[in-house]
């Protein structure tokens, strides 16, 4: 395991030092090492770090250090876990511009996080026989179409999903509440194992993490973050899928919802999503791919190598930037390392010559 990884899992490790404090200080301090060589005074020009956070953090870099150096022991014995931070190029980029994504994720499989096409499915726990035949007809239409299916390898609906994905072939990842060294609930080992072979397990918990309760809603994040879209098969008003769909919206992701009779209670959070308008309502594969634009995907990727040809070579990389996610004007000034008065000026003509356009929320996605 080569030393970086020391210093960018021990980062994850400090205490008072979340996911978006610590982008702040490896951008001020220039490199990850640095925040653990930086002095108090140093620290505190930070902007956003004050001196009881600097205080907090120089006391427990220590600490830090000792747990990173033992989950890197725990690596290099269990080789097919891969730690992927959030600068390194095989860190999702659809999860990166999440405001709230995590530093580091450990993968534990064989498929591409950066994949053209991932949609969550979430749901209850408590799944009812229309749940279940609902899973079982929309995984079968999605089969072969290169859809990666993420979901949380929970009690009911996630579990089944995962079950359907598997005999289907459709490549499906588990993300997990817990350390990688563990499987939650014990009665998914043998699914879990099926999934590395054709998708996979990931987790921002290092070894030895229990499922704890306050996970879960934390694991719900990476799930809406890693996905295009994420589709609800059922729940009640107050289910953990909807904290799932909500955060979808909030990272400007499509959000689907299967309806269900009125009077349902398993339905009854899906309905006010719709009623709500914070989901459109599906009734099949067909409706998400149309909303999504995919039956049209390789039509529009040969008609974009053609325009790719024509641009100009800062707005290639514009483009470049945009690959596989939205983002804003700032994100696309620091992905391409461009000025954003000068991203601001070629997102006009990308747009003009129709390559890109805007969606709510001032970002900017492929045509």
């Given at each position: ?31 990850v090492e640095s925040v653990f060589s930086s002095s ?88 009812s026989n229309y749940g279940r035949k609902l899973i ?23 579990t089944y999903v995962h079950k359907v994905c598997v ?201």
């Open positions: 395991m080569e030393s970086k990884h020391l210093y960018q899992i021990a980062i994850t490790a400090l205490d008072g030092v979340g996911p978006v404090i610590a982008r702040n200080l490896i951008s001020y301090c220039g490199s108090l005074q140093e620290l505190v020009r930070i902007p956003g770090i004050g001196k009881l956070t600097a205080q907090k953090l120089i006391a427990s870099r220590k600490a830090a250090l000792k747990r990173a150096e033992k989950e890197l022991k725990f690596l290099d014995r269990n080789k097919h876990i891969q730690p992927i931070f959030y600068l390194d190029k095989d860190f999702s980029n659809r999860l990166k511009f999440c405001s709230d994504a995590p530093l580091m994720v450990y993968f534990n499989g064989n498929v591409d996080l950066n994949a053209n096409r991932m949609i969550a499915v979430v749901g209850t726990r408590r799944m079982e007809t929309f995984i079968e239409q999605i089969a072969g179409t290169g859809v990666i299916v993420v979901s949380g390898l929970a009690y009911g609906v996630d005999q289907h072939q459709v490549a499906t990842i588990g993300v997990l509440a817990h350390g990688l060294d563990r499987i939650y609930p014990a009665t998914n080992k043998k699914l879990a194992k099926a999934m590395v072979k054709h998708g996979g397990l990931i987790s921002e918990y290092t070894h030895e993490t229990n499922p704890d309760r306050e996970n879960f809603p934390s694991r719900n994040r990476i799930i809406a973050g890693l996905s295009d879209a994420t589709v609800i098969i059922e729940s009640k008003k107050q289910g953990g899928s909807l904290i799932t769909g909500d955060l979808a919206i909030s990272y400007h992701r499509d959000v689907f919802a299967f309806p269900g009779r009125v009077n349902d209670e398993n339905s009854s959070g899906c309905n006010a999503f719709i009623k709500q308008q914070k989901a459109l309502l599906i009734e099949q594969a067909g409706d998400l791919f149309a909303q999504l634009g995919w039956e049209q995907s390789i039509v529009k990727k040969n008609a974009q190598r053609r325009l790719f040809v024509d641009l100009a070579e800062n707005e290639r990389i514009i483009v470049k930037a945009l690959a596989g996610t939205s983002s804003s004007p700032e994100e696309i000034s620091i992905k391409s390392s461009l000025p954003l008065s000068q991203v601001n000026t070629h997102l006009l003509n990308l747009e003009l010559k129709g390559v890109i356009r805007s969606i709510p929320g001032n970002l900017y996605i492929v045509n």
